[in-house]
């Protein structure tokens, strides 16, 4: 507040004699703070537009809107009978936890001894998510109080990717790569998106960085199930040679240091 209301006192000065200057100084000082008041408010309320949560509808808009992802998801959409808009089920906090631990169950098929345990892990971790998505029903569950736009966002991304990536390349190349697309569909649509998944986002970035192709390649292999696509990023560049390993061992490798927590081993794959 100081910082706004800072610019008009050596206006003022200059424009009026150092007699009336103090009883104008307050007059403008006041007509600033009223100004700034409403600036300000206007300010906090575009925030809150940007950081309030979206239903489907306004997400399959998003989608659409962004370039390198809109005209893909479209094919999608209508090839997969899929929208956000009829996947999106906005849900109280019981109703989230028992589906995510239901979700988590079906996925996991833990044996009878375990049972316990992962319901355990799964009300946990359910705590801490602010959606998520069943793909046995494409379904997306929002959590009514804690899900933002980019939550919505994230999660329509991981309803219409293929299952390949994650599947070949793991959890984290699955999340990075989801957290940059959310990133493109934010900026494209001046949505407000906190840190998340920062390692995973950093190598994925790093990846895209040498990829032939960049996002739009990218965009191949997480959508069109071409997780294969991405070996093109540890080709040999012109004059350098990398010994006989072969760019899709290379991939594997790095894949496996992801999967591994080791984000600093994978990143020298691409220095
Ligand atoms: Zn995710």
Not at 38 to 51: D, G, I, P, Q
Not at 184 to 199: D, F, K
Not at 239 to 262: C, I, N, P
């Amino acid at each position: 507040m100081s910082d706004l209301l800072a610019w008009p006192v050596p206006l003022v000065v200059q424009r009026r004699s150092s007699f009336d200057a103090a009883s104008a100084l307050v007059g403008d000082l006041a007509g600033a703070a009223r100004r700034a008041g409403a600036w300000l408010a206007e300010a906090y309320a575009a925030v809150e537009r940007r950081s309030a949560s979206a239903t489907g509808g306004q997400v399959d808009t998003y989608l659409s809107a962004t370039p390198v992802i809109g005209a893909i998801v479209a094919r999608l959409a209508e090839d997969r009978d899929l929208t956000a808009a009829a996947s999106v089920r906005l849900v109280d906090d019981i109703t989230f936890t028992r589906a995510f631990v239901d979700t988590t169950l079906r996925s996991k098929e833990p044996d009878e001894a375990s049972i316990e345990a992962t319901v355990d892990a799964a009300i946990e971790r359910a705590d801490e998510i602010r959606g998520f998505v069943d793909r046995e029903h494409d379904t997306i569950y929002v959590h009514e109080e804690r899900a933002r736009a980019a939550t919505v966002i994230h999660e329509a991304l991981h309803l219409y990717s293929s299952p390949e990536l994650r599947a070949r390349g793991g959890r984290a190349l699955d999340e990075g790569t989801t957290e940059l697309f959310t990133r493109e569909v934010c900026s494209a649509n001046a949505i407000l998106r906190e840190e998340t998944y920062p390692r995973e986002l950093a190598a994925v970035r790093r990846l895209v960085g040498r990829l032939p192709g960049g996002l739009s390649r990218l965009a191949e292999a997480y959508f069109d199930g071409e997780p294969g696509l991405l070996r093109l990023a540890f080709e040999a560049p012109p004059g350098h040679d990398l010994g006989s390993e072969t760019a899709a061992v290379r991939l594997r490798r790095w894949s496996r240091h992801l999967r591994d927590g080791d984000y600093a081993a994978a990143d020298a794959l691409l220095d």
